[in-house]
């Protein structure tokens, strides 16, 4: 039973940790360096992420600076930048590339709420999907007389306890980063 309990919550952490990866991808408006995490750069034949080979800085709350350890790759780096989707067109000095953000306007920000609230959606229903699977796991154990009746109906109320607190996660997690894209 404690296994099942477990197993279930780890299923859930993970797709609230896939969500909160995915919530820190979104462009708020502000420079943020988590816009690069996917952003790797050919350097010597090998695909390396840019944040091994550059330090990168956000000296404003609008802008990230990109100084690379080895100047060859300024160009390299600017390519990759420009194709990437981030949404942003790097500037380059000869010295760093700066990223500068703009701020967004209402619709995109609308937009991109509107982006927030289904993900959050898609979440809830994984977690759902995740519970329903626990519910079966738990009658199944019932059915082959691994628990007792009451055994089974007070697990199903641990799983339906622990699903409510990952939706209520989910939840406040959307509302703040909605606040966050909403704020001018």
Same mark, same amino acid.
């Given at each position: =039973?404690? +296994?099942?309990?477990? @197993?279930l919550?780890? &299923? =859930? $952490?993970d797709?609230f940790n896939?969500?909160? &990866? @995915? #919530?820190s991808?979104?462009r708020?408006?502000?420079?943020? %360096?988590?816009a690069l995490?996917?952003?790797?750069i050919? #350097? #010597?034949?090998?695909?390396?992420?840019?944040k091994q080979?550059c330090n990168?800085?956000?000296p404003e709350?609008?802008?990230?600076?990109?100084q690379?350890?080895?100047?060859?790759?300024?160009?390299g780096?600017?390519?990759?930048?420009?194709?990437s @989707?981030?949404g942003v067109?790097p500037?380059? /000095?000869?010295n760093?590339?700066r990223?500068?953000?703009?701020?967004l306007?209402?619709?995109t920000?609308?937009?991109?709420v509107k982006?927030?609230? &289904?993900m959050a +959606?898609?979440?809830?229903?994984?977690?759902?999907n995740?519970r329903r699977?626990?519910?079966?796991t738990?009658k @199944? =154990? +019932?059915?082959?007389s691994?628990?007792? $009746?009451?055994n089974m109906k007070?697990?199903?109320i641990d799983i339906q306890e622990? %699903?409510?607190k990952i939706?209520?996660k989910?939840? /406040?997690?959307a509302k703040? &980063?909605? %606040?966050e894209?909403m704020?001018?």
């Amino acid at each position: =039973m404690h +296994e099942l309990i477990q @197993n279930l919550t780890e &299923k =859930m $952490e993970d797709a609230f940790n896939s969500l909160l &990866k @995915n #919530y820190s991808k979104i462009r708020t408006g502000r420079a943020n %360096t988590s816009a690069l995490d996917d952003i790797k750069i050919d #350097y #010597y034949g090998a695909s390396t992420p840019i944040k091994q080979l550059c330090n990168i800085s956000i000296p404003e709350p609008r802008l990230i600076v990109i100084q690379p350890w080895d100047k060859s790759i300024l160009e390299g780096i600017e390519k990759t930048l420009l194709s990437s @989707n981030i949404g942003v067109t790097p500037d380059n /000095d000869g010295n760093v590339i700066r990223l500068p953000f703009q701020p967004l306007t209402e619709e995109t920000r609308l937009e991109i709420v509107k982006q927030i609230k &289904k993900m959050a +959606e898609d979440a809830k229903i994984e977690i759902r999907n995740i519970r329903r699977e626990g519910n079966e796991t738990s009658k @199944n =154990m +019932e059915k082959k007389s691994e628990i007792s $009746e009451d055994n089974m109906k007070d697990l199903q109320i641990d799983i339906q306890e622990l %699903t409510d607190k990952i939706v209520g996660k989910i939840a /406040d997690t959307a509302k703040s &980063k909605e %606040t966050e894209i909403m704020e001018v």
